[in-house]
């Protein structure tokens, strides 16, 4: 019905950026909120950053400052801009979306395949 696709990731040195891009495809009414989450090996899922349908971001206190959430409505992608990398944003990252099917009644949380991102030198 509907599928986030997801790309950017890769390994890059420390202090290095990375962009991720999340493109919702299939057949829907609107998307909501999307973001990105991210999940280290022994570690529990975390919210990285997530932006409303209106523009509104909110980050994590470890991204502050170096990631960017954008959106471009027109195309029905999330972007992450990824900047001064460390190597603990080590993860995969997974990006998700509330999709409404075909009102605003009827929605669903999606979410991407993931993708990884290492950094290490």
């Known amino acids: 019905q509907v599928q986030l696709v997801e790309s950017g990731g890769g390994l890059v040195q420390p202090g290095g950026s990375l962009r991720l891009s999340c493109a919702a495809s299939?057949?829907?009414?609107?998307?909501?909120?999307m973001g990105w989450f991210r999940q280290a090996p022994g570690k529990e899922r975390e919210l990285v950053a997530r932006i409303g349908s209106s523009g509104v971001a909110t980050y994590a206190d470890s991204v502050k400052g170096r990631f960017t959430i954008s959106r471009d409505n027109a195309k029905n992608t999330v972007y992450l801009q990824m900047n001064s990398l460390k190597p603990e944003d080590t993860a995969v990252y997974y990006c998700?979306?509330?999709?409404?099917?075909?009102?605003?009644?009827?929605?669903?949380?999606?979410w991407g395949q993931g993708t990884q991102v290492s950094v290490s030198s």
């Open positions: 299939g057949s829907f009414f609107s998307i909501g909120v």
């Open positions: 998700n979306a509330l999709i409404f099917i075909r009102t605003y009644i009827t929605y669903t949380d999606y």
